[in-house]
């Protein structure tokens, strides 16, 4: 299994991003994914979740409403757009295979003036 995010960097608030993860060495299509991020200093945070055809997404609180959730099996890809960025958005972004345990390293977001 190898997971390789991009498309983090600076932005100010207020500010969209959007993150992908190329997935490879396993079917994708059969496994529902997840987004976490971590913050320094702080545990692990569940961002989002897509089940594994995409018909079903959940988001935590904190980003409901800015930031979705999506996937293309075709591509093997998995995405996350980020919109109205606050400075509490700030982590390192990772993409993570429900049921395989599986992570990527990770893509830095910094929300900040």
């Known amino acids: 299994v190898q997971l390789v995010e991009s498309g983090g960097g600076l932005v100010q608030p207020g500010g969209s991003l959007r993150l992908s993860c190329a997935a490879s060495?396993?079917?994708?299509?059969?496994?529902?994914m997840r987004w976490y991020r971590q913050a320094p200093g702080k545990e692990r945070e569940l961002v989002a979740f897509?089940?594994?055809?995409?018909?079903?997404?959940n988001y935590a609180n904190s980003v409901r409403g800015r930031f979705t959730i999506s996937r293309d099996n075709a591509k093997n890809t998995l995405s996350l757009q980020m919109n109205t960025l606050k400075r509490e958005d700030t982590a390192r972004y990772y993409c993570?295979?429900?049921?395989?345990?599986?992570w990527g390293q990770g893509t830095q977001v910094t929300v900040s003036s």
């Open positions: 993570y295979v429900v049921g395989a345990n599986a």
């Open positions: 060495g396993f079917t994708f299509s059969n496994y529902a």
């Open positions: 897509i089940s594994d055809t995409g018909a079903a997404t």
